[in-house]
T-cell receptor
């Protein structure tokens, strides 16, 4: 059974640019959540999509957005990149039901210069 | 007060001993509790989930939950050097599919 796949693994972008990250969940999972991990703030929740709808949202500015497709694949977009956006971006896949376990992809390491 | 608190460590344990990791949470309505292991430069890996009060054992790992005290712990028996990693406690917020993580405890197993 394939795991959670995130692409690309590494990205280097310049301040002001935008970036799109992709996540393919485990087959049969309908929920995809996105997290940002930095040394100072740890793992922070960005948003969750379930059946193409954003169901939960964290406390991040509107520059961070996402979407989910009918095949449950999800993309996350960050516009007008800032140096502080440099982080490991992780997506987690789950069935989306109560008391469900979440499984993480390998992550995308974004560096903003 | 942080929603999920862990001692950041580092926690140093001799090989073969029991490693004990602790976590407290503030939301009394929290329903699901998880322990993830994260090796340096890697993504978090789920090692235990627990939903009701008491102990849950899986191999060398035992998770303990006490909702009255808002406390979750992870015991690792017969610790191995390969257990050296950062252990993250995560809790789901009531009514939401959202994991709230502690800062993680860095565990080192000394041969």
């Amino acid at each position: 059974k394939a795991g959670v796949t995130q692409t690309p693994r590494y990205l280097i972008k310049t301040r002001g640019q935008q970036v799109t990250l992709s996540c393919s969940p485990i087959s049969g999972h309908r929920s995809v959540s996105w997290y940002q991990q930095t040394p100072g703030q740890g793992l922070q929740f960005l948003f969750e999509y379930f059946s193409e709808t954003q169901r939960n949202k964290g406390n991040f500015p509107g520059r961070f957005s996402g979407r989910q497709f009918s095949n449950s694949r999800s993309e996350m977009n960050v516009s007008t990149l800032e140096l502080g956006d440099s982080a490991l971006y992780l997506c987690a896949s789950s069935t989306g039901t109560k008391n469900t376990e979440a499984f993480f992809g390998q992550g995308t390491r974004l560096t903003v210069v | 007060q942080k929603e999920v608190e862990q001692n950041s460590g580092p926690l140093s344990v001799p090989e073969g001993a029991i490693a004990s990791l602790n976590c407290t949470y503030s939301d009394r309505g929290s329903q699901s509790f998880f322990w993830y292991r994260q090796y340096s430069g890697k993504s978090p890996e789920l090692i235990m989930s627990i939903y009701s009060n008491g102990d849950k054992e899986d191999g060398r790992f035992t998770a303990q939950l006490n909702k009255a005290s808002q406390y979750v712990s992870l015991l690792i028996r017969d610790s191995q050097p390969s257990d050296s990693a950062t252990y993250l406690c995560a809790v789901t917020v009531q009514g939401a599919q959202k994991l709230v993580f502690g800062q993680g405890t860095r565990l080192t197993i000394n041969p």
